[in-house]
């Protein structure tokens, strides 16, 4: 990964990590790194990468979702990740790392982050959908923890327990809840948005 991203730099192209970051350049077994990127990045952002599964498996996001860097392609409905505002929130306030990549700010890798584990995973996070109902699934991260200690740095109150729900009350709160049209389009892999937002 170092290589990627000296070549990014090279080229004065600013990508995004979304999460997970703090072990860079080592990233683990079985796992992947995230980006998001300016769309008018795409082309050589996409230069830069091997097809999977040569290296590093990475998912590309952009702002808009544009030719497959949504988070649902291949499909006739490519959604973007984020709504452009968020997304375009997100590298606006990014900020480099020693290691040379570039990561969200504070409050935005909080909000971020809690957006990714509600709006895009789902059940598939972990997270119970409110405090009534236990978690169905062991997510690969402990989101709980982990959001409860950035919010608390960023002074963002998060209300016990940590569920899906608390997070997008939290996450509408902040003006980072996706507009409907955007739900309904990420409920077609979402089942909780289908079931709760919509």
């Not at 996409?46 to 498996?57: D, F, I, N, V």
């Not at 490519?78 to 969200?104: E, H, K, S």
Request: glycine share 8%; hydrophobic share 40%.
């Amino acid at each position: 990964m170092d290589l990627f991203f000296r070549r990014l730099d090279d080229e004065g192209i600013r990508v995004v990590v979304l999460r997970w970051f703090e072990a860079l350049p080592h990233i683990a077994p079985g796992h992947d790194l995230d980006i998001l990127i300016a769309d008018d990045a795409i082309d050589r952002v996409q230069a830069l990468m091997s097809c999977w599964p040569e290296g590093q498996r990475v998912d590309c996001y952009s702002e808009t979702g544009l030719r497959g860097t949504g988070y649902l392609p291949p499909s006739a409905d490519n959604v973007p990740a984020f709504p452009p505002a968020i997304a375009a929130a997100i590298l606006g306030t990014a900020r480099r790392c020693d290691g040379g990549w570039w990561v969200p700010g504070p409050r935005e890798h909080a909000l971020a982050l809690a957006y990714h584990a509600i709006y895009l995973k789902g059940y598939a996070s972990g997270l119970p959908p409110d405090d009534r109902t236990p978690s169905s699934t062991i997510g690969s991260h402990d989101y709980s923890a982990v959001l409860t200690e950035l919010t608390a740095r960023i002074g963002v109150p998060l209300e016990p327990p940590v569920t899906m729900s608390s997070l997008d009350r939290m996450l509408a709160r902040e003006g980072w809840r996706p507009p409907p049209d955007h739900l309904r389009r990420l409920a077609a892999r979402n089942p909780w948005i289908d079931s709760e937002l919509l």
